[in-house]
C-alpha cells in the first residue's frame, strides 16, 4: 500500500471520532426540552450536571463521551503527524495538541462535578465563597479552564494553518468567522463571570457561555467534515521556505528525456 493510500485509510476515523465527539459536546441543547429548573440565560452550562441535578448523570455521562471522542481522534491526528515527518508543520501540531487537550480535559469535566449551582441557588454561592464547597468545585474550574484554553488553541491554530497551508479547504474557507465569533463569545463569558464572581449578577452569563460551547461544537464538525472531505490531518505534502504548501511532489514521468 502506498504512503497516500495509507494516510487517505488512516484519515477517515480521525474525522469519524472528531465528529461524534461534537455531536455529543451539544447534549446540553437537550435542556429545551427536558425540565431542568434551571435558567439558560443566566447559569453555567456545567450546572446541568451538578450532583444534585435529577439529569446530571445523563450530563455527565455525555461531557465524558464528548471528551473521549475528542482525544481519541486529536491524538490520532498527532501520530499521523509523527508518523510522517514532512507533515509535522509548527501551526497543525499545536492545532491538533490543542484539541486533544480539549478532550483530555472535557472528560475529565465530567468526573469532577459541581456539587449545587452556584448561579441558581444562593446559598451555593455563599458556600462556594466562604470556600465550603468540596474540593471538586475548584477542580473543575482548573478542567474546564483547560478545556476552554485547549479549544481556543486548536481552532486559532488549526484554522491559520488550513489557510497558510492551503490544505482542509472548508476549514480554511469557514473557520476564520468562527474564530471570530469564539472569540467574541468567550469574552462575553469571562466578563459576566468576572461580574458575577464580583457580586454584581450574572450578565447573561449562560447565554454566553453557550454560545462560546456552542461555537466549539459546529467548528469541531467543521474540522471533521474537512478531514472526510480531503481524507488528510496534515500529510503527504511538502512545504517550501516561505511556509507555504507546494503540494505533493512532482515525479518526471518514466523515460522522459531532460532537456538542457
Known sequence: MSREDSSVRSALPVAVLIGLGATAYTAWVLEVVLSTGLNPIETYVSELAAQDQPLGGLFRATD???GLLVFAGGLLALLRLARYADSRRPWAVLG???????GAATAADAWLPLSCQPTADPECAARETAGLVPATHQAH????????????VGI???TVAARRYDRLAPLARHGPALVALELLATAWTLT??????AGRGTWALGAG??????????WLALL????HKERRTWCCDT??????STGPPQMNPPHEERRT
Do not use: D, E, K, P
Request: net charge positive; proline share 0%; no cysteine.
Open 209 to 218: 457561555q453557550r454560545l462560546q460551547v456552542l461555537i466549539v461544537a459546529v
Open 156 to 158: 486559532v491554530t488549526l
Open 239 to 244: 512545504v517550501n521556505l516561505s511556509g507555504h
Open 141 to 152: 474550574a482548573v478542567s474546564s479552564s483547560l478545556a476552554m484554553t485547549g479549544a481556543l
Open 224 to 227: 471533521a467534515y474537512s478531514v
Open 96 to 102: 491538533w495538541a490543542g484539541v486533544t487537550l480539549f
Open 192 to 197: 459576566a463571570i468576572a461580574m458575577f464572581s
Open 64 to 66: 465524558f463521551i464528548a
